[in-house]
C-alpha cells in the first residue's frame, strides 16, 4: 500500500514522480499508410498519406477540378506548407457531407492529423497552427415557436 504523507518535505521527497508526457508514435496500416478523420462542420474527410510523388485525389478527382476556388485548394493544403512537405506524399481523400468550404476545413484537418501520425515530430508546428484541434462550432438548430433558430415570427398587434 502507499506510505502515507505528513507533510510537504515528505512529498518533496517521496518516489512518486510526475507522470511523463505521452509518446507519440507512427501509427501506419498494412499498405504503408496513415490514416485519419478530418471534420468541419457537417462534412467529414477520411484521409490516407504515403510517400511518394505528391499526387492528391479527392473523391476520385484532381483537387483543382473538386474544389475549383483558389481559397480552398490553399485551405486543405496549409498543413502540408507548415511542414515543409509539398510534393513528398500521395494523399487520397474521400471527403462527404458539407459544403465545400466545410469539406475544405474537414481535409485541412484530416491531412494534418494523418501527418502527425506518419510523423509524429510534425505535432508541434501543426498544433501551434491550431490545425490539429477540431473546430467545433456547428449550426444552430430550429426552436419550436421560432421562425429560425432565434428569429421569431413577425410580432402583429391585431
Avoid: C
Avoid at 483558389?70 to 494523399?91: F, S, T, W
Avoid at 508546428?125 to 415557436?145: A, C, N, Q
Wanted: positive net charge.
Amino acid at each position: 500500500m502507499a506510505e502515507t504523507l505528513s507533510s510537504l518535505a515528505d512529498l518533496k521527497g517521496s518516489a512518486a514522480a510526475a507522470p511523463e508526457a505521452p509518446k507519440h508514435v507512427q501509427k501506419l496500416d498494412a499498405h504503408g499508410r496513415a490514416y485519419a478523420t478530418g471534420k468541419r462542420k457537417d462534412a467529414v474527410a477520411r484521409v490516407w498519406i504515403k510517400p511518394g510523388t505528391g499526387q492528391i485525389i479527392v473523391n476520385k478527382r484532381t483537387p483543382e477540378v473538386y474544389f475549383a476556388r483558389p481559397v480552398l485548394r490553399m485551405i486543405m493544403q496549409q498543413p502540408l506548407h507548415i511542414a515543409n512537405r509539398v510534393g513528398q506524399y500521395d494523399i487520397t481523400i474521400d471527403v462527404s457531407g458539407g459544403g465545400l468550404s466545410g469539406q475544405a476545413g474537414a481535409v485541412r484537418h484530416g491531412l494534418s492529423k494523418a501527418l502527425t501520425y506518419f510523423e509524429p515530430e510534425l505535432r508541434g508546428p501543426l498544433k501551434k497552427e491550431g490545425f490539429l484541434t477540431r473546430d467545433s462550432r456547428v449550426v444552430e438548430r430550429k426552436k419550436y415557436g421560432r421562425k429560425k433558430a432565434r428569429r421569431s415570427f413577425q410580432f402583429s398587434k391585431r
